[in-house]
Every structure is written in structure tokens, then in C-alpha cells.
């Protein structure tokens, strides 16, 4: 199957100089291309050790993953970690879709991200669609991904397996 998979990076990750070796061993020895792994990080993980971050999301980089700045709009955002940062995806917390298409502050934060990673060449995903109003609302260009129990629950790796089998209705 031609999926792509995500995965959360934790501050210990990021502190481990030799992740990149690791983790490319791990997709060669599974089969895997780091080009359809995305990497998540949060904010706040990468501002524990900034310089050990930089260069091990560096080094992720340029062996191929994606890199994806997890909740973001919520904590400490700084518009400088963009630029520091080799960050490919913004993510867009589900506190701010959760109140889509209700809340105009909500869509008025969610556009804003959208047009600044557009600007900055980067894709977008949405955390946390639940319904179709936001489905609808999230479908304009600009927002490459979406995800939450609109589509599905949480499944196990048994499960993901049966999904993927199912022809698309």
C-alpha cells in the first residue's frame, strides 16, 4: 500500500545525536522510504535542547523524512522557529478546528496558518475533524491533511490492516 505514516518525536529523541542513523536503518531493514515518514515534534520539545535539536532535525532532514511541528498554534509559538527550524508541515491543533465553523476567532487563526504555510511552502494538516462543517471548511486549498474521528478512531496495527484492505466505498 502507498501510505505514509507520522510519528511522534519526544525530548529524548531529540537529544540522541545518532537518531537519523538509527531511524534510517530501521526504514532500509523495514522497507520503508523516509520520504513517506513524517516526524512530529512539539514546540516545546524542540526548545529543551535548542542546539541538539537543530542539528539532529537537520541531519533528519536532509536523509529524507519529513519533519512536522505537532499542535501548533498553541503553547510558546514563535514565527522564528519556521524559519529555523527544517520544518515541512504545520499541524494545526484541534483547539482550534474543535470550534469550526462556530467560533469566528477559531477560523479567522486557522486561515491565517493556512496562508502563512502556503507562503512558506509548506503543507498543512488538521488535527481533530469531527464533523462535516469542518470537513467542508478545511477543503479549501491550502490544507494538504486532515484526521480525526471523521474518519476514523484510533485503530490497532491489526485493524489498520483491515482498513487498508477495504475497497473504497
Known sequence: HNVSMSVNLSVENLATLTLPETLLAIAREEGADPRRMTLEVTESRLMVNLATSLEVLGRLSLAGF???????????????YLQRFPIDNLKIDRSFIHQIPDHQDSIALTQAIIAMASALKMRVTAEGVETEAQLHFLSEPGCHDLQGYYF???????????LLSRKPA
Open 152 to 162: 476514523s478512531p484510533p485503530v490497532t496495527a491489526e485493524k489498520f490492516g483491515a
Open 66 to 80: 519529513r519533519l512536522s511541528m505537532d499542535d501548533f498554534g498553541t503553547g510558546f509559538s514563535s514565527l522564528s
